[in-house]
């Protein structure tokens, strides 16, 4: 049963600290996501990949956010520094184009 | 830009009964895909049912049913014999193939009454 995994699912961390969350995309799907969900804004995507190019990020906050992916088993999402602002659930997810995108079970970040 | 619309922040059933869900979208694309994800307490993000635009039959998974309005831009999920585990965030989603932007609706929170 192939799945979106990501670590860690918590972390609780100080303002100005770097965090990096971690993705492994389902084996062969060719399309990877980051999105972040929040009561105010709700599901918000940040960045997404094909083929691990980065095909959009204009949903990132540029300054402090950076997401990459050095192979096609993993992809990531830093912060740094980080902002009680960040303080959200971060999902990852994955597809193949044109198809259903399959989620991670979040990476909940609190910034005290 | 697309849009996703849903006009219920909550809704209840009794369980064993059937509840519709509503959706609406405005996309200017003629290839795009439907789909209605589930989000229990846990926070998982888990995909319902999924519908073809070009396709005209409703897609079905089991007692999820959706009602695809192509015209209307209508794309209702329908859950018969509702059972207790089906309480959870309903999110509607829009991918536009060109962009390959998934677009959310604010969700619907759905309560199984025993």
């Known amino acids: 049963d192939a799945r979106v995994t990501q670590t860690p699912r918590h972390k609780v961390t100080e303002m100005g600290q770097e965090v990096t969350m971690r993705c492994q995309p389902i084996?062969?799907?060719?399309?990877v996501f980051w999105y972040r969900q929040t009561m105010m804004q709700g599901l918000e995507l940040l960045a997404y990949f094909r083929n691990r190019a980065p095909l959009d990020d204009s949903g990132m906050p540029k300054d402090r956010f950076s997401a990459e992916m050095p192979d096609a088993t993993l992809a990531t999402l830093k912060i740094q520094p980080s902002e009680p602002r960040d303080s959200a659930v971060y999902f990852c997810?994955?597809?193949?184009?044109?198809?259903?995108?399959?989620f991670g079970p979040g990476t909940r970040l609190t910034v005290l | 830009a697309q849009t996703v619309t849903q006009s219920q922040p909550e809704m209840s059933v009794q369980e064993a009964e059937t509840v519709t869900l509503s959706c609406t979208y405005d996309?200017?694309?003629?290839?795009?895909?439907l789909f209605w994800y589930k989000q229990p307490p846990s926070r998982q993000m888990i995909l319902v049912i999924r519908?073809?635009?070009?396709?005209?039959q409703n897609a079905t998974e089991n007692r999820f049913s959706v009602n695809f309005q192509k015209a209307a831009k209508s794309f209702s999920l329908k859950i018969s014999d509702s059972q207790l585990g089906d309480a959870a965030m309903y999110f509607c989603a829009c991918l536009d193939e060109g962009a390959q932007k998934l677009v959310f609706g604010q969700g619907t929170r759905l309560t199984i009454n025993p």
């Open positions: 996309t200017s694309e003629s290839d795009y895909y």
């Open positions: 997810a994955s597809g193949l184009a044109g198809r259903a995108q399959y």
């Open positions: 519908q073809e635009a070009y396709k005209q």
């Open positions: 084996l062969g799907h060719n399309t």
